[in-house]
């Protein structure tokens, strides 16, 4: 059995990583909770391509079932996002990059990575601590090529917006 599990294990990475290469215009996904899982629902019954970048087992399959590609981060969720993971999920190629991990830290570090690549798509950081949500909007501190592909949003100002309606 566990020879059978590492061979598919191994066999869906290299068939990610081969229908990853052919993508363009997908957006690339990096988060690792309920929220992530929510987006990537909406984005296939709207019928996008996703590539989830992902330490998350379970996330990953909810992800693979929906239809979307994922790229495993080697060490799990203890794994720190590396440049090289951005570019296995293509985001070279991409149209857009959503950072929608829990920790703001580890979003900041995905957005630092991607002006890293040159990545001129269009990118949603999530940025939930309502100081550094605000420091946020000043795009010029990123040195991105283009200063109008950045949104910010925070996800718990959005829930009390949505409360507040209600």
Known sequence: YGVFYAATRLLRRSGDRFRIRGLRGHAVVYGSDEVTE???????????????????DVLLKACRAMGHLAVDLEGGLNHKLD??????????????????????????????LASELNASCEVVLRQDEPSSCDLMQ????????????????????????MLLKE
């Open 83 to 112: 440049s090289e993971d951005l570019r296995r999920a293509g985001l070279g190629q991409a149209n857009a990059f959503y950072a929608l991990d829990v920790e703001d830290a580890a979003n900041l570090r995905a957005l630092f």
């Open 138 to 161: 000043r795009k010029e501190i990123f040195g991105l090529k283009d200063q109008n592909v950045l949104r910010v949003i925070s996800v718990e100002k959005l829930r009390a917006r």
């Open 38 to 56: 929510s987006f990537l629902s909406e984005q296939k019954a709207e019928g996008g391509i996703c590539v989830l970048v992902s330490g998350s």
